[in-house]
């Protein structure tokens, strides 16, 4: 599976929309890139998958360029409560879905 | 709808002692199911895996076992805890790409 480039930390105003970015240069045709946070001492949360178009859902939205090198994640009125450390990840699947979490960025929204 | 169960979510053993914990899932059939540790500070890591009932992959050798005796029931075991195994264990489960994964809330291990 493709490897993900995170900015390790990032801030957001309460209110105005936080856009995290990843780069996965080397993702190939059949790797999705997927979205999970994980707020502080609590499981992962799914939050959003690709695989070519943009996809929107009630949490975020997700950008994917037209050469799939990279993404970003939208939320589009962050609040306090989005203070979590967000996770890239591109893999192709297959009958074990085994994902691979790296470091992620840790979003924190300032009042 | 579907739910995971995991539980204790704090426990704090003695080195040497066995570990066993306990996940479940409802609502579902034949789920894929997973254990991850993140030790204080640092990343997922994931330890073991299961496709179905009896069939559990190991993804780094150590001093832990799983099983899986049921559908929805994924156990993780030690015989004899090491002051390394302490850290937050979390379990999920998926039916796929689609789904994505949903984890449990997680038990914190603390190795005396």
């Known amino acids: 599976d493709a490897k993900t480039t995170q900015p390790p930390s990032m801030d957001c105003a309460e209110g105005r929309a936080a856009n995290l970015p990843c780069n996965h240069s080397?993702?190939?045709?059949?790797?999705?890139v997927y979205w999970y946070r994980q707020i502080h001492s609590q499981g992962p949360q799914y939050i959003i998958h690709?695989?070519?178009n943009n996809e929107t859902n009630e949490m975020a939205s997700l950008i994917i360029t037209e050469d799939r090198k990279s993404s970003t994640l939208i939320l589009p009125h962050a609040t306090l409560r989005d203070t979590a450390v967000y996770y890239c990840?591109?893999?192709?699947?297959?009958?074990?879905?085994?994902?691979?979490f790296g470091k992620g960025t840790l979003l924190t929204v300032n009042p | 709808s579907q739910t995971i169960h995991q539980w204790p979510a704090t426990l704090v053993q003695p080195v040497g002692s066995p570990l066993s914990l306990e996940c479940t899932v409802e609502?579902?059939?034949?789920?894929?199911l997973y254990w991850y540790r993140q030790a204080a500070g640092r990343g997922l890591q994931l330890l073991f895996y299961?496709?179905?009932?009896?069939?559990i992959s190991s993804e780094v050798p150590q001093n832990l076992s799983a099983s899986r005796p049921q559908d929805r029931q994924f156990i993780l075991s030690s015989k004899k805890l090491l002051l390394s195994d302490s850290g937050f264990y979390l379990c999920?489960?998926?039916?796929?790409?689609?789904?994505?994964?949903?984890f449990g809330s997680g038990t914190r291990l603390t190795v005396v």
């Open positions: 999920a489960w998926s039916l796929g790409q689609a789904s994505g994964y949903t």
């Open positions: 080397t993702i190939s045709g059949n790797e999705y």
């Open positions: 690709g695989l070519k």
């Open positions: 990840i591109v893999y192709s699947g297959g009958s074990n879905y085994k994902l691979t």
């Open positions: 609502g579902t059939s034949n789920p894929n």
């Open positions: 299961s496709v179905g009932i009896g069939q």
